[in-house]
């Protein structure tokens, strides 16, 4: 057995670590044999050598006689701002046996008290010149003289709204849009970068560029950005901190010493584009002997307000750059390049020309018949300036290579003017720029269409994550947190975005009212409260860090937002009358109506929420030990749920108020009815789908009930039936017209790009492979197996790379047989259920596959799995 994968707060080797005692993570491999950890030790020692001496002296927690390998606690020595520390694990496995020593790993702490924050912030000497008009991005430079060997140096850095770091002609680190949209006069985000190899002796210079980003947003928009209460110019804050081989230490600030200029960037706005005049670029200003006579200097301004956090978590990267399908003359001197698929990001391109000559780009997501693009669905709601356009002035020297820096768009056209003869002088790639998150799943299947449809959830997701979860990345960009609740379970399980949550979950913080209110999208200058909310989007405050509990084990979530759990439930009840309340957004949008228009009533939704919530609080204050208050808000939740019953479902018929397939479904999925009452109301979704000829007829809340609930009741058929459908409506309709992401509405009238229907490829994971998590032994501690053979389908194959590791879930069907493989990683333990109908004909395995039989509770045999590979074959009795 090996120790492997060692992470601190979910990273690996991470700098800026400010948590005072940070989670420990490791991964156990090994050759296939069955293996739990029986106890483990950790050393974190000031150096590599205390540690190769066996010696922590930061910690050394002994041998601790525990199975647990994730969110391990650092319990030693006060760490100090700056100080970098270096630990490893052993473990012993079940029999009693030890194992060598992981390699050895890193991290850094970054900058943990106010006063470590020497530096100014800093702007441009123009009070107030960049908020009311648009003016040239500044750069600013600094030359820094060096006259000793360098073995260390780090640079501290928040530039607002955006901004690129260089050193010595060299951009710092690899990310795009940094630092995270926050609200700024709350939480500044700060970078930390390792920059020992571009500091060198003698000369040397350090310069920054700024763009306006989420923090001068002074374009006009429906959502009033441009009123936002941090407005103001762009600004950065910079410290460097260079340390000597004799020991001295030298630190380099941001202050008035540093001069500026005017760049070439012109306008930059992040709904409606970048302008760079190539004529104004100042050569060498990244030089040591650059003469910056007649440039500015700095003037210190007021600071944002907000209180600088270090940014842990996962950049914004540029994770693609992709080549166009297809380019096309679609009228005399305009050119559509087809990139074959959605994205978010940018156009690079390649380009010759006269000086003066200027290049524009428009984005698009759709076309018209003749080819020339039709951005009508998405260009509503920013209200000045130009949307979606880029701009680049040539200088007319040779073959120039420009991309945006501090802008983005979401589109699958672009069209191009102001060139001639594009085929001979213009090359123009698609770059694809989003949060760089690690893929943690697969799922592919027999079914092509299928495979689209995931296809088309996993890359709306990406492309609607900056930092923030988006509804889409060209109308809007605003972090509606409806949607990301709905989309939570199938990020979790195709990607890794606990840093990312957890950042946004601290936005929640930020923004949430004494009250107990939250707004409809996060971060928000201030709109959003009174309209755009309501439970079901404000419900993301609990079922993000629940969803993240039981997918990953994070408890620590659960007691970070809990005081503001607890505020958000008092506000519910205060809303509510008789335990029913009803405001905020319902069932959004449905096929038919038009927006705010559902068969199911908002109140339904509402109160399933108002349930949910209470229900889920009861659950987590029992994990953090609160028992009191657990019970407290069991008696709440009870109380909401005969409500429910009393007010929206007819005991006789099972029909649950409005009739739909949302209503049926809410009052299942969120455990409203139970018993006898709720084959009443299961029998009337299902009568709902027949008689729509098993097609999904429901917005985004029932889209996500319908699915679970139908496996849940042993309709998983039923649920495929409704997946795999290619006509109106659908998400194989969708595919059927071209889709290569998830659309807003069910009839494409508006965006094409969005996530909050993307909850289909949680149920591709739980409903057909059936990899479940189990809450009692969260993030996958335990494995539920539900494999689920389904007409239509002859394989499955999917995998979650759990915080354990890999788990594999394969199954295969030919006429009787159904054939299972699964993979458990090291230190957890599964049980399969075996699909109603199969027994066992073989079994096969790496270890013993079977420790005995159990039953699920509904009649269903299953098998207890320790860790290894298992074969499977079954046969329909």
């Known amino acids: 057995m090996k120790v492997h994968h060692l992470t601190c707060n979910y990273l690996e080797n991470p700098l800026g670590v400010e948590t005072p005692n940070p989670s420990l993570h490791w991964m156990l491999e090994s050759s296939g044999e069955p293996v739990a950890q029986s106890a483990y030790q950790i050393l974190v020692a000031t ?24 969110f391990i606690t650092y319990s030693g020595k006060p760490l100090l701002s700056r100080q970098r520390v270096y630990w490893k694990v052993r473990v012993w496995d079940q029999n009693g046996n030890g194992f060598d020593w992981s390699d050895i790993s890193f991290f850094e ?30 750069m600013f430079r600094r030359r820094v003289d060096i006259h000793k060997h360098v073995v260390s140096a780090r640079a501290y850095v928040s530039g607002l709204g955006f901004y690129e770091l260089y050193i010595n002609g060299k951009k710092i680190g690899n990310d795009s849009l940094t630092p995270a949209f926050t609200r700024y006069d709350k939480t500044v985000l700060y970078q930390t970068y390792d920059v020992t190899s571009e500091i060198q002796s003698g000369a040397n210079v350090l310069g920054i560029m700024l763009g306006n980003g989420w923090y001068n947003s002074f374009p006009a928009d429906v959502w009033n950005f441009q009123y936002a209460p941090w407005r103001d110019q762009p600004k950065f804050t910079l410290q460097v901190h260079i340390q000597f081989s004799d020991g001295e230490e030298m630190t380099v600030f941001s202050n008035p ?74 009228a005399p001197g305009v050119w559509v390049f087809d990139l074959g698929q959605d994205i978010s990001g940018w156009a690079r391109i390649f380009v010759s020309g006269p000086s003066g000559t200027e290049l524009k780009l428009r984005y698009s997501e759709k076309i018209h018949d003749d080819g020339a693009i039709d951005p009508s669905n998405i260009n509503v709601f920013v209200k000045t300036g130009e949307f979606q356009t880029d701009k680049y002035i040539l200088k007319g020297e040779g073959v120039e290579t420009w991309e945006p820096r501090f ?136 079922i993000i860090p629940w969803t993240m509990y039981q997918y990953c084990g994070d408890a620590s979530i659960l007691r970070t937002m809990y005081d503001n759990m607890k505020l958000y439930v008092e506000f519910l009840q205060s809303m509510a009358d008789g335990y ?32 949910t919530d209470a229900s889920l609080l009861s659950q987590i204050a029992h994990i953090l030990g609160e028992e009191d208050e657990s019970a407290r808000y069991r008696e709440l939740a009870e109380r909401v749920r005969e409500a429910f019953r009393k007010r929206f479902v007819n005991p006789v018929t099972g029909v649950v108020t409005g009739d739909c397939q949302t209503s049926a479904a809410c009052a299942l999925y969120h455990s409203l009815v139970t018993g006898e009452e709720s084959e009443l109301v299961f029998r009337n979704l299902v009568r709902h789908i027949e008689a729509k000829d098993r097609h999904i007829d429901a917005g985004i809340l029932g889209a996500k009930y319908v699915m679970h609930t139908l496996t849940q009741f042993g309709r998983t058929d039923l649920a495929y039936a409704i997946a795999s459908q290619t006509t109106f409506p659908g998400w194989g309709h969708w595919i059927s017209q071209g889709a290569t992401t998830l659309w807003e509405r069910w009839n494409g009238e508006s965006s094409r790009n969005h996530h909050m229907f993307s909850d289909i490829s949680a149920w591709f ?50 006429e009787n047989r159904f054939r299972v493989h699964l993979e458990v990683p090291p230190n957890s333990h599964a049980t399969l259920h075996v699909p109603r109908g199969y027994v066992g004909v073989n079994v096969q395995g790496e270890g013993p596959s079977q420790r005995g039989s159990a039953d699920a509770g509904d009649g269903v045999p299953a098998l207890r799995l320790d860790s290894g590979v298992h074969e499977f074959e079954f046969v329909h009795a």
């Open 47 to 70: 150096s590599i050598a205390r540690l190769d001496e066996g010696i922590g002296d930061l910690w050394d927690s002994g041998k601790v006689q525990s199975d647990e390998s994730i």
């Open 109 to 138: 702490m970054g900058l943990l008290h106010p006063t470590d924050w020497k530096a100014k912030w800093v702007a441009s000497s123009s009070p107030g010149a960049d908020v009311h008009r648009n003016v040239p991005a500044p």
């Open 257 to 330: 010493e540093w001069t500026y200029s005017a760049s070439a960037i012109v306008f930059d706005a992040l709904r409606n584009g970048e302008f760079y005049d190539a004529r104004r670029e100042v050569e060498g200003w990244l030089d040591p002997d650059f003469n910056d006579d007649d440039w500015s200097h700095a003037r210190i301004v007021r600071s944002p307000g907000g209180v600088l956090r270090s940014q842990q978590m996962t950049p914004i990267q540029v994770c693609d750059t992709i080549a166009p399908v297809s380019q096309k003359e679609v």
């Open 407 to 542: 802008v983005y768009h979401g589109f699958r056209y672009v069209e191009v003017t102001g060139v001639s003869d594009v085929p001979n002088r213009l090359r123009l790639e698609g770059r694809n720029v989003h949060t760089a998150f690690e893929s943690m799943g697969s799922f592919e299947c027999s079914n092509p269409l299928v495979n689209k449809i995931q296809e088309a959830a996993r890359r709306s997701t990406l492309t609607n994550y900056h930092g923030i979860p988006t509804d889409c990345p060209h109308r809007e960009k605003n972090g509606w947190t409806g949607d990301a609740a709905l989309s939570a379970e199938q990020m979790l399980l195709n990607f890794n975005p606990m840093t990312a949550y957890t950042k946004w979950l601290r936005d929640f913080q930020d923004v949430q009212r004494p009250s107990g209110q939250l707004p409809g999208i996060i971060p928000t200058g201030g709109w959003g409260y009174n309209w755009g909310s309501g439970p079901a989007w404000d419900s993301a405050l609990i």
């Open 580 to 611: 029913v309340v009803d405001f905020g957004l319902g069932d959004w949008c449905p096929p038919i109506g038009r927006e705010g228009e559902h068969d199911c009533p908002t109140t339904v939704t509402d109160t399933a929420y108002f349930y």
């Open 765 to 814: 994971y739980l409903g057909l492979s059936g990899i479940r998590p189990d809450a009692n032994e969260p993030g996958f501690k335990h494995i539920q197996f539900y494999p689920s053979p389904v007409d239509g389908l002859d394989w499955v194959k999917a995998s979650h790379r759990s915080m354990y590791g890999n788990i594999v879930c394969d199954w295969s069907k030919e």
